[in-house]
C-alpha cells in the first residue's frame, strides 16, 4: 500500500487525542458538504428555470425563420414556395406579417405589435395553449383578435366586447409625420376573442390577428409577407436543413434559429448561471479555509509522529502528501456526501415539489449530469489547492 496514503487514511478516520481538532475536522467536513449541495442545487435550479423559460420561447417562436436582407417584405412567390418544400427535413412552414401597431380601446391606448398569422400557425408552435381567456383566432370571421395579458390589462379590455371594438392604427407607408388620421393612418377593428400568457415580455409585445387583416392594414399585396416561419421534423437536423435552404434561397434572405431570434435571452440565462457559479465557488472557497486550518491543527498535534517519520526516513516531500491525501480525502467523503444529499432532494423536488413558486407552480430544478461534473471538479480542485497549502507549513524546522 502507498504508505503516505495509508497515514492519510489513519490521519483522517482516527479519533485524535484532542477533542478540539476533531470537533474542527467535524465543521471542515460538514462545510464541503453543505457547499457542495449549495453549489449542485443552485445550478439545477438555475438549469430547471433555464428550460421552464425555453419551453416558453417554443410554444412562441419557431425553429428557424426566413427574412429578406433588404426591406421588411417578402414576395412570397411560387419559386420560394419550391424551394422550400423541396428541403427534406421541413415539417411545416407559415406566412406571418408583422408590424408597430398602436392599439386603441375606450380611450386607453398602448403600443405593440401585430402578428398577422394563416390557419396553419398552430402547426409551427403551441401558443393556442396559452390561452387564459377565450379562444385562438377563428378564421371564418376576419376581423378577431388575441392580444397579449398585458395587452388586456394595460386596456382594460375583455373579450368578446361587442360594443365597443379594439382599434389598430398603423401609419401609411412613406407618410412620415402623422398629420391627420384619416389621411396618414390606415386602421382597422377587430373583435377580442382571446388573451394568452407567457411571460411579461410577449404578453405586452403581440397581438395575433388573420394575416389577411394584417394585409389590409398595411396595405400588402396578397403575396406580400414579413416573414417565413419553419417547423422542422428532427430538430438534430436543424442546421443542415438551415444550409441548404440557405444556398438554395441565395444571399438576400436571411435565416435566423430560435436562439438567434431571443440571443439577448439566451446570453443572460448563461451570464446568470456563471456568475451563480462564480459566486457560490467563492463562497466554497471560504468554507475550504476550515479544511487549510484543521490540517494545520492535524500537524500540530502530530508533530511528535512527523519527527519520527522524518528521522526514519521519510522525506520532507513524503510527509507533505500525507497531509496533501487527508485534505483531498476529507474533501472527497464531503464531496460524495454533499452531492448524494443534493441529488436526493433535486428528485424529490421535482417528484413532490417541496417548494413553491405559486400554489400550482413548483420551482423548476433539473437533474443534469454536466451538473454533477462540474460540482464534481470544482470540488477536488478547490479541496486540493487548500490541501497544498495546509502541507505548505511542514518544513525543516518543525520536524527537528
Not at 460538514?30 to 419551453?55: E, H, P, Q, R, Y
Not at 419550391?82 to 406579417?97: D, P, R, W
Not at 409577407?225 to 438554395?248: F, G, H, M, P
Not at 430560435?258 to 468554507?287: H, P
Request: charged share 15%; proline share 2%.
Amino acid at each position: 500500500m502507498n504508505f503516505p496514503l495509508y497515514i492519510a487514511k489513519r490521519y483522517l478516520f482516527s479519533k485524535s487525542s484532542n477533542n478540539t481538532i476533531n470537533i474542527i475536522t467535524i465543521i471542515a467536513a460538514i462545510g464541503v458538504i453543505i457547499g457542495t449541495m449549495a453549489l449542485f442545487i443552485v445550478l439545477s435550479g438555475f438549469s430547471g428555470l433555464k428550460t421552464f423559460s425555453i419551453n416558453f420561447l417554443q410554444t412562441s417562436d419557431p425553429d428557424f425563420k426566413i427574412t429578406s436582407v433588404k426591406g421588411k417584405t417578402i414576395d412570397f412567390s411560387e419559386s420560394i414556395k419550391s424551394k422550400i418544400e423541396e428541403i427534406n427535413g421541413i415539417a411545416h412552414y407559415t406566412k406571418v406579417v408583422e408590424e408597430r401597431a398602436f392599439f386603441d380601446f375606450k380611450n386607453k391606448t398602448h403600443l405593440a405589435s401585430i402578428k398577422g398569422v394563416e390557419e396553419n400557425y398552430l402547426k409551427i408552435n403551441n401558443i393556442d395553449t396559452a390561452i387564459v381567456v377565450g379562444n385562438w383566432i377563428d378564421f371564418n370571421f376576419t376581423n378577431n383578435v388575441v392580444v397579449g395579458n398585458q395587452i388586456s390589462n394595460k386596456l382594460s379590455m375583455g373579450i368578446n366586447d361587442y360594443l365597443e371594438p379594439l382599434k389598430i392604427y398603423v401609419p401609411k407607408a412613406g407618410s412620415g409625420y402623422v398629420e391627420s388620421i384619416k389621411k396618414d393612418v390606415n386602421s382597422v377593428y377587430a373583435q377580442p376573442s382571446g388573451i394568452f400568457m407567457l411571460n411579461e415580455e410577449l404578453d405586452k409585445k403581440y397581438a395575433f390577428i388573420p394575416i389577411a387583416l394584417a394585409q389590409e392594414l398595411l396595405s400588402y399585396k396578397p403575396n406580400q409577407i414579413s416573414a417565413i416561419e419553419v417547423k422542422v421534423a428532427n430538430l438534430d437536423d436543424r442546421d443542415t436543413i438551415i444550409e441548404n435552404l440557405q444556398n438554395s434561397l441565395g444571399s438576400d434572405y436571411k435565416i435566423l434559429t430560435r436562439e438567434q431570434l431571443n440571443a439577448v435571452f439566451y446570453k443572460m440565462l448563461n451570464t446568470e448561471n456563471l456568475a451563480s457559479y462564480l459566486i457560490f465557488t467563492l463562497i466554497l472557497i471560504i468554507a475550504l479555509f476550515n479544511v487549510i486550518g484543521a490540517l494545520i491543527m492535524m500537524i500540530f498535534d502530530k508533530k511528535n509522529n512527523l519527527k519520527t517519520l522524518y528521522n526514519l526516513g521519510a522525506t520532507i516531500k513524503g510527509i507533505r502528501k500525507i497531509f496533501v491525501l487527508q485534505g483531498f480525502l476529507l474533501s472527497f467523503f464531503g464531496l460524495l456526501i454533499g452531492l448524494t444529499l443534493a441529488i436526493i432532494l433535486v428528485f424529490a423536488q421535482q417528484r413532490f415539489g417541496f417548494f413553491m413558486i405559486t400554489q400550482s407552480l413548483a420551482f423548476p430544478v433539473e437533474f443534469q449530469f454536466w451538473n454533477v461534473i462540474v460540482v464534481f471538479f470544482t470540488i477536488l480542485v478547490l479541496g486540493s489547492i487548500a490541501s497544498f497549502i495546509a502541507s505548505s507549513r511542514i518544513n525543516e524546522k518543525i520536524l527537528s
